[in-house]
């Protein structure tokens, strides 16, 4: 999403003191600093620096991601794909349970990369 004619990671206040900053470890606490006191708009930023060259920014970048999406009460893209957990009580109350494996939809694939050494 492009605002102010910005990619939404350039929106980020930290994005241009980030670039400034050559040392590793200032840029290690710049992005504890985006924890303290950071907001959505760092979102896209860290998701950004996740695909750092350096893994120790590629992991703090995770890190602090997470933290941030916790502690501003956001829910993340692969919480967002899981079934409600009321769904599952549903299921309980009218005894649903899944279908039973169709015999005429075995079509005989042998799975010959298991049995490999």
Known sequence: ????????????????????????????MLMDEMLEVGDKKEIP????????????????????????????????????RRLPMNLCFIYDEFNIRPSKVDPDLDFEVALDILETK
């Open 1 to 28: 999403m492009i605002e102010n004619g910005l990619p939404t990671y350039l929106q980020s206040v930290f994005y241009p003191l980030f670039q400034h900053t050559k040392d590793l470890e200032c840029r290690l």
């Open 45 to 80: 930023f860290l998701t950004e620096l996740e695909t750092h060259e350096d893994p120790k920014i590629s992991n703090k970048a995770f890190e602090v991601k997470c933290a941030l999406l916790s502690k501003l009460g956001l829910i993340t893209e692969s919480e967002r």
